[in-house]
């Protein structure tokens, strides 16, 4: 048996449709602003991928570069004057930030409205109230996915693997909130392989090439290879792996690929967050983060 591909750009793509058709409804053409400091090569090249994706749908996206050397107090004063900017309806702080950042202060600076990573602890808090709010983009874009192939949520055995605030917490809370029955394993976790095998839907999110072998995996279960792995390969290239080993494909009966599969969800969901930020901030929408904080 060879699992079902859940390849990520046919998914993206209805996701971005209907971004783009709400963008084109609006009052003003929304704009998201992606804050970037320093020049990690990585980071600067999901960054320019996203701000090229905004165009096509119809949203203006700016990259904001600052020095690797910035101090804490100049980037929170850029994101203070993006906070008082009505011509920004959504700000995205590239993270990881340098060390000498100090990350939950520059999360906690960014209007609640604008917050389309949904990391500020207010989005944080209402997404585990199970109450409408701008919810981070990796977790929402898998959520996204499982609905378009068909896959169900509702009373399925969920073990995530990974705790990170950017998608093994978030995820948890969305699938919790969609009816599944939500374990949340990770590197201390006593005996992993007998935690993942009881998995209906097996979500892998812990940043380590391969961890997922075929013995750890129920035949027929559906796994989500969330990992970004840069793996040097042959002749000095490097290439991207997943969490999940390539056997897997034997035992799965649905796994999403990497490259193609999670990211290019990330990346349309960031947007659609955008134009759903925009509409809350032209007041067409009446629920979410806008709510609490006018
Ligand atoms: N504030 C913040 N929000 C984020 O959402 C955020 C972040 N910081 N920092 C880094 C991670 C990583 N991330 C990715 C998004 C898209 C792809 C993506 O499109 N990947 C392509 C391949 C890209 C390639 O080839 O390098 C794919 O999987 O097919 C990957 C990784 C967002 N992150």
């Not at 939950?104 to 207010?122: C, N, S, T, Y």
Request: with cysteine.
């Amino acid at each position: 048996m060879t699992a079902r591909v859940l390849a990520g750009p046919p998914a993206a793509e209805v996701l971005l449709q209907d971004a783009a058709a709400r963008a084109s409804r609006l009052p003003a053409q929304p704009s998201l602003v992606i804050v970037r400091v320093g020049d990690d090569p990585a980071s600067v090249s999901y960054v320019r991928g996203k701000a090229r994706k905004a165009g096509e749908v119809g949203l203006r996206g700016t990259v904001h570069a600052l020095p690797e050397a910035t101090s804490q107090a100049d980037l929170l004063a850029v994101i203070d004057s993006l906070n008082r900017d009505d011509d920004v309806n959504g700000i995205l702080v590239q993270l990881p930030l340098p060390a000498h950042i100090a990350e939950m202060a520059v999360l906690h600076a960014i209007d609640p409205r604008k917050d389309v990573d949904g990391f500020h602890p207010l989005n944080v808090g209402e997404l585990w109230a199970a109450r409408p709010a701008l919810t981070p983009c990796t977790p929402a874009g898998i959520m996204f996915l499982l609905k378009h192939y068909g896959i169900a949520v509702a009373g399925v055995r969920a073990v995530i693997v990974g705790r990170s605030h950017l998608v093994g917490r978030p995820l948890a809370a969305l699938l919790l909130n969609a009816d599944a029955t939500v374990t949340v394993a990770h590197s201390r976790t006593h005996g992993l392989p007998s935690v993942t095998r009881e998995a209906d839907l097996l979500i892998a999110a812990a940043g380590c090439p391969g961890l997922i072998t075929p013995e750890m995996v129920k035949p027929g279960a559906t796994v989500i290879d969330v990992g970004i792995n840069r793996v040097p390969g042959a002749g000095g290239r490097s290439h991207l792996v997943g969490d999940v080993h390539p056997d897997v494909s034997g035992v799965a009966g649905a796994l999403t690929p990497v490259p193609g599969g999670v990211g290019p969800m990330t990346v349309a969901q960031l947007l659609a967050n955008t134009v759903r930020a925009a509409e809350l901030q032209h007041h067409l929408r009446s629920e979410g983060a806008g709510e609490l904080v006018r």
